[in-house]
Every structure is written in C-alpha cells, then in structure tokens.
C-alpha cells in the first residue's frame, strides 16, 4: 500500500498570509507513461464531507479559488493557500489515486492565528 | 446539480448487519465509478470500496474484505454498501462519493462529489 504523509499536523496562519502543506507518498505517485501524478487534495470543513480542491496534483476543480494551488511530483507534493482566508479554516487530506487501496493523508488543520 | 444521498445507518451490535445506500441525482449514474469512504469519530479518511460503473468490477480495503459487499443499480441510479459482521472499529460515518468517468477508468480516481454521510454506530 501507498502511505501518505502529511505535515504538519496543524498550523496557524494569519489572515492574509501564506499556508503551506506538505504530502510526502512512500512511492513515487507519477505515472511515466502519461507524466501524470496521481495525486489530489480536499478540504473538509467541519461538520461537511470533504470537498476536492486539486486533482491530477496541480489542476484546480472548477469554482475553486485560485489562491488554492498545488504542485510537486514523484513523491512529494504541495497544498499553498496564497492567502489566508477566514473561510478556508479546515483540514486538508492528500490522496492518492496511482494505486488501491486509494490512501489519504493523516490531514493537516489549518486556523487561523 | 450532483446530489448524493446516504442512508442506511444506525446503531448495529458487534457481530451485526447493516446495508447502506446512497441515491444519486443530476449526472449519469451508470457512467461512473462510485466509492464507499469513511471517517471514524475525529479521525482521518479511509477508503472502503469502489465499483465500475457496470458493476462487474468492485475493489475492497483488507480491513473490510469478505465482510462487505458493494454494489450498484444503474436503472435506480443507486449505490449500495452490505456489511456483515460488524466490528467496533467499522462505526464511522460514511460517504458515497463519484469517482472516474468511465471514460477514464481507474485512471481519475478521484473524488469529485461527496454525499453528506450517514453514521454508522457499532455497539453492544
């Protein structure tokens, strides 16, 4: 099985500022044949499912905001809120799709400081 | 809009059953993939299962195999979970959630709409 590691657990940023969250995949998630990484991020507010943010590690859903951006490939990958909003307090999972089981992250909570 | 409703849910003793649906609305059942994830009480995400949009092919977690079954109606445009042999460590909410487009196959696993969820509670 792929294990996904993400960090740090949770952090603390002020409106505003910048937030950056790692994902880290014990094996290489990046499909040579297409150069794909098979990698997404969602944000899970609390009390509501999960919602996907990032697909294909980099390629943002449709109505996402363009402060959410993601990149990285092979084994390490990137989540970078460029501003902090009020709204986007909730905690961000990476999954892998390169194998099953699809594995998550343990999730990375964000607040505000 | 892409609706997805759970239901099924409940308190269940250790050793029991339960059998969980999700009913789809505003998108083309039969031309997804559909996926069976859960959450423990304050925990992570774990996927569970998913299936071919005919059903012919279905994937489990170790943690559930010969335990629970997955399966779909596409002329119901219904995703369904059976659970056998409940344990304490399978109360979690869980989701029903779209995944690939036939079109695309395994290849864009992920998870693009989520239902709200439907708790399941293990207990004796």
């Known amino acids: 099985d792929i294990v996904m590691t993400q960090s740090p657990d949770s952090l603390a940023v002020s409106l505003g500022e910048r937030a950056t969250i790692s994902c880290k995949s014990s094996?290489?998630?990046?499909?040579?044949?297409?150069?794909?990484?098979?990698l997404a991020w969602y944000q899970q507010k609390p009390g509501q499912p999960p919602k996907l943010l990032i697909y294909?590690?980099?390629t943002r859903e449709s109505g996402v905001p363009d402060r959410f951006s993601g990149s990285g490939s092979g084994t390490d990958f990137t989540l970078t809120i460029s501003s902090l909003q009020a709204e986007d307090v909730a905690v961000y999972y990476c999954?892998?799709?390169?194998?099953?089981?699809?594995?998550f992250g343990g999730g990375t909570k964000v607040e505000i400081k | 809009q892409v609706q997805l409703v759970e239901s099924g849910g409940g308190l269940v003793k250790p050793g029991g059953s339960l059998r969980l649906s999700c009913a789809a609305s505003?998108?083309?059942?039969?031309?997804?993939?559909m996926t069976w994830i859960r959450q423990a009480p304050g925990k992570g995400l774990e996927w569970v299962s998913y299936?071919?949009?005919?059903?012919?092919?279905?994937y489990y977690a170790d943690s559930v195999k010969g335990r629970f079954t997955i399966s779909r109606d596409n002329g119901k445009n219904s995703l369904y979970l059976q659970m056998n042999s409940l344990r304490a460590e399978d109360t979690a909410v869980y989701y029903c959630?779209?995944?690939?487009?036939?079109?695309?196959?395994?290849?864009?696993?992920?998870?693009?709409?989520w239902g709200q969820g439907t708790l399941v509670t293990v207990s004796s």
């Open positions: 959630a779209r995944s690939a487009p036939t079109s695309c196959g395994g290849d864009c696993s992920w998870l693009s709409y």
């Open positions: 294909w590690a980099s």
């Open positions: 505003g998108f083309t059942f039969s031309d997804y993939f």
């Open positions: 094996q290489s998630v990046l499909y040579s044949s297409n150069n794909n990484n098979y």
């Open positions: 299936i071919s949009s005919s059903g012919t092919t279905t």
């Open positions: 999954q892998q799709y390169y194998s099953t089981p699809l594995t």
